[in-house]
């Protein structure tokens, strides 16, 4: 496992080596979160009803795919990508959810840097391509993707 050397607020695309990895992030989904979520954006009965989703298809309440994206995404924000140089993202590539996220799941991420190159046509950034994984306590992966990511380089 890789420490950043660099607080958030100081972290520029030199401070992402490819090939590092790190670990970061605790999130507890809990019943509530999963049925605010998923009232909103994915209603779906598996998602909203506890006494239905019994019978469907996971046997229980699940959390909607997107609400663990979410539960990533927070984590990636509050850990990963730095505070002064992200410069957004242009997508994400092979999102899956191999597991479902239960109430009471206890998630982390993985963030693997697969790619680590300097634009050739904007040379004031680089390009990270990150594999990204998240678990829940039993060291299932319930999410992964590969991130796409545009970072500012150190300023002169």
Excluded: C
Aim: proline letters at 7%.
């Amino acid at each position: 496992m890789t420490e950043f050397t660099t607080p958030i607020d100081d972290r520029w695309f030199e401070d992402y080596p490819q090939g590092a990895v790190y670990e970061f992030g605790e999130a507890v989904v809990t019943e509530e979160d999963i049925i605010e979520f998923a009232r909103r954006f994915d209603p779906q009965s598996f998602h909203i009803d506890p006494a239905a989703a019994q019978h469907g298809p996971f046997g229980g309440l699940v959390a909607s795919g997107w609400h663990t994206a979410s539960v990533m995404m927070r984590m990636f924000v509050d850990h990963y990508l730095s505070t002064v140089s992200s410069l957004g993202s242009p997508g994400m590539d092979d999102l899956r959810w191999p597991r479902p996220v239960r109430p009471g799941d206890k998630l982390r991420v993985r963030a693997t840097i697969e790619e680590a190159r300097l634009s050739k046509s904007k040379p004031d950034r680089g390009l990270l391509r990150t594999h990204v994984e998240l678990f829940n306590a039993d060291d299932e992966v319930v999410m992964s993707a590969h991130a796409i990511n545009f970072m500012a380089v150190r300023p002169k």
